[in-house]
């Protein structure tokens, strides 16, 4: 959008006019929140051990909060592209739950300039001290609390190298004429943007006000902002989040509305087809709804970043933060749009309380998500979806360093939140709640998990929470259904039990029957594929076996150009094969997807595969050319791979 136009319902939409007086903009109307479900349900005892409060803490936090709480985060930033900072003023509000006289906060790479308390409506400098600096954790945040006082004011600088914002030259940008920054704060990065109890253990409501050159617009996880494009911002989330999903964006971003109530946020080159493609997702909310009760969050909006964000998506509420490789054309690959949607019910209205407890979050959407295609697509979708799942699930529990990460409950002593975030989290929740599904029955089962949101609505909660609430609220009324044996199996067991379910689909045995004729001597030009859905190409190339030959591989890139997708899920699966089968002609087009495409779930096992495959020299190469295109999160990663 051109400088000067209205913020076109920027953001959100009231049809303003542009000052020079432009026609306005297509209209969406915005929703009230509905925040009338926050009282906390009763709490009922349950034959699960019940955690102590040791034992239920999230160890990622420095953050006291079991002594005082922050309950509502004011922030006023001003954002400054050249020294690629932003400087921030940060009020906190908070509840002593204790006689604790000091407040706890996670910090990263902040410079504090000055800290303040509210005492009796006066702002008096309080002291503080920042600890040594963690790699992980970053630095534990002492500030001391006068009597009487309530809430603290901060004035900070954040760091030109935070890991949780992504900072982009114009260069980076498809526009080429103005800069980026988004922010990626799960699992533990809201703390290099701002002083927080960075915790998912603690909820918290948050008012924003952002300052940016006034050629571009900022938003955030919140109600938008409804003037016009001027580089001044203000923001309200009156539902209270946990600090992961704070979320901001600043560049030169267009709007599309889907619907009154759904909309496309992204660079102008692709505004259109994102709208296209993600056109289902008022359908996939009123299937969600049907099922689990209604949206709780007023608008839900998707965010389109520059291809360097290394996630699929990021469930932020309100505006869902979404990778280019999922316009496809075709909606293939939309079930990560379900995904992220289906989280405003399970983890951003109910939360998991730890990282160790992450299934909560991602097995119970990836669940929902699965449920949601089925709605709109048909079940044989959903059980294509699932049988893929399931085998990239045993593919990591065959693998894995250590067994303890192959249960949902992640182990106590785990290195690092991220290792939370893999299938056995996903696929391995999925698979539980389905076990589930099948044993109760799905119209019983799903009256259980509706009534769950209701009951732990806006609250965050542990896998022990959950067990209690299922004993208490679903087996208790069907106890022949399940053994606490099983459920334990599932829950706190490495690996997965027998009783996990074995998808079959019809689509997947006819392409196998084909690729067992090609592998036994016949012509690639005689593979009947104009009917393949992206499911059935990924089973086809991932089945592939590991004596594929080099000519193989060539008679079916000559017959079906792979070399070059515009799929990223397909050209990520057909370079893993070509890689390890040492077909050369697939480097070229490789280099390009590298240097283009930032989502981790395809350049990290590129990566590993060139590297475990004699490319090493060649890797780093590309990496050294693409590297400064990636976020942080995917940098990081990616220096661990050359590392080892």
């Known amino acids: ?40 349900g009763t709490e009922k005892e349950a034959s699960w051990e019940t955690l102590s409060q040791n034992e239920a803490r999230d160890r990622f936090t420095y953050a006291n909060y079991e002594d005082v709480a922050v309950t509502h985060v004011d922030l006023d930033l001003d954002v400054d592209f050249e020294a690629k900072t932003i400087a921030g003023k940060a009020i906190l509000d908070f509840t002593r739950k204790s006689d604790a006289d000091e407040l706890v906060l996670d910090a990263n790479d902040l410079t504090i300039n000055t800290v303040e308390a509210d005492v009796d409506g006066d702002w008096v ?133 889907i619907s009154e109530d759904v909309g496309v946020y992204s660079e102008d080159y692709i505004v259109d087809d994102a709208a296209a493609e993600f056109e289902d997702t ?37 505006l869902s933060f979404m990778t280019p490789t999922l316009i496809a054309g075709d909606k293939s690959l939309t079930n990560v749009v379900a995904h992220e949607l289906a989280h405003s019910w399970s983890g951003n209205l109910v939360t998991n309380a730890t990282w160790r407890d992450a299934w909560l979050n991602e097995g119970f959407t990836s669940y929902v998500e699965n449920r949601t295609m089925e709605a709109l697509y048909g079940p044989e979708r959903a059980v294509m979806e699932r049988a893929l799942d399931k085998k990239s699930l045993m593919n990591e529990v065959d693998i894995a360093p250590d067994p303890a990460l192959t249960a949902l409950k992640m182990p106590a002593d785990m290195n ?69 044996e099983e459920i334990d199996a599932w829950v706190y067991e490495p690996g997965f039990p027998d009783s996990i379910e074995d998808p079959k689909s019809d689509a997947f045995e006819k392409v196998q029957a084909q690729l067992d004729a090609w592998l036994g001597g016949g012509d690639a030009g005689g593979l009947e594929t104009s009917a393949w859905t992206t499911h059935e190409w990924l089973y086809f190339l991932r089945a592939l076996p590991n004596s594929v030959t080099t000519e193989q591989l060539a008679a079916l890139d000559d017959r079906f150009e792979l070399s070059g997708s515009h799929n990223a899920e397909i050209a990520c699966a057909w370079y893993l094969k070509a890689i390890q089968a040492g077909y050369e002609p697939v480097f070229e087009p490789l280099d390009v997807f590298l240097t283009s495409v930032g989502r981790g779930k395809f350049i990290y096992p590129l990566y590993q595969s060139l590297v475990d495959n004699g490319h090493r020299e060649w890797a780093e190469a590309v990496y050294a050319s693409a590297r400064p295109g990636y976020h942080p999160i995917a940098q990081r990663r990616i220096d661990e791979i050359f590392s080892e």
């Open 282 to 318: 008022p359908k996939m909310m009123d299937a969600i709804e049907a099922m689990y009760g209604p949206y709780r969050w007023g608008r839900y909006d998707l965010l389109v970043l520059p291809p360097s964000f290394p996630f699929g998506g990021m469930e932020n509420p309100r």
């Open 125 to 257: 400098e309080t002291d503080y001290e920042m600890g040594p600096d963690d790699d992980i954790m970053g630095s534990k945040f002492e500030i001391a609390l006068p009597a009487g006082a309530d809430r603290v004011r901060i004035d900070y600088v954040t760091s030109p190298q935070a890991e949780g914002i992504q900072w982009l030259s114009p260069e980076q940008t498809k526009g080429g004429e103005f800069p980026y920054l988004f922010t990626q704060f799960q699992p533990l990065y809201a703390r290099t943007m701002a002083p927080l109890q960075d915790t998912p253990a603690v909820r918290f409501t948050y008012d924003a006000h952002v300052t940016t050159p006034p050629e571009l617009i900022a938003v955030m996880s919140a109600r938008q902002d409804e003037g016009p494009r001027d580089g001044d911002y203000s923001f309200k989330m009156s539902q209270p989040i946990p600090s992961y999903l704070l979320a901001l964006a600043v560049g030169d971003i267009e709007f599309r509305a």
């Open 416 to 484: 690092h939140p991220d290792d939370a975030f893999g299938d056995v989290s996903y696929v391995g929740g999925m698979f539980f709640l389905k076990f589930l599904e099948t044993r109760f029955g799905r119209e019983t089962f799903d009256e259980f998990l509706k009534s769950y949101f209701d009951h732990y609505a806006f609250q965050s909660v542990t896998t022990e929470d959950f067990l209690s609430y299922f004993e208490d609220n679903l087996w208790e009324d069907h106890p022949d259904a399940v053994t606490k």
């Open 1 to 40: 959008m051109a400088a000067g136009t209205s913020v076109l319902a920027l953001i959100l939409a009231l049809g303003a006019c542009s000052r020079d007086g432009a026609a306005p903009e297509e209209e969406i109307s915005y929703i009230e929140d509905d925040a009338s479900d926050q009282t906390p």
